[in-house]
């Protein structure tokens, strides 16, 4: 089983920045992929950026370009997500997502959310 934990979320203000981190753990296991989606009150869940574990490619959604970055720590099996000039839009839940390739499949596994709220 794997185990993925968030931390990081808090309140800012608009023009703010928040580092987000999120660690993948469990028993003998390789990954594919991990990520960011969030979930606005009231809206859907939507993806944030993801970062190929293999490669390094990376992927950001089209209203946090240029905003924000995400990286890794290969050792450790954790991902970042580093937002800047964050606005009220950005507030929603956060939630990270680690994939895990296994016979043939790919199965994902995500965290219970972190909460980050902008507001002055």
């Known amino acids: 089983q794997v185990q993925v934990v968030e931390s990081g979320g808090g309140l800012v203000q608009p023009g703010g920045s928040l580092r987000l981190s999120c660690e993948a753990s469990?028993?003998?296991?390789?990954?594919?992929?991990m990520g960011w989606h969030r979930q606005p009150p009231g809206k859907e869940r939507e993806v944030v950026a993801t970062i190929n574990w293999e490669t390094g490619s990376k992927y950001y959604g089209d209203s946090v370009k240029g905003r924000f970055t995400i990286s890794r720590d290969n050792t450790k099996n954790t991902v970042f997500l580093q937002m800047d000039s964050l606005n009220p839009e950005d507030t929603a839940l956060y939630f990270c997502h680690t994939d895990i390739p296994h016979s043939g499949t790919v199965t994902r596994y995500w965290g219970q959310g972190t909460q980050v709220t902008v507001s002055s």
């Open positions: 469990g028993s003998d296991f390789r990954l594919y992929a």
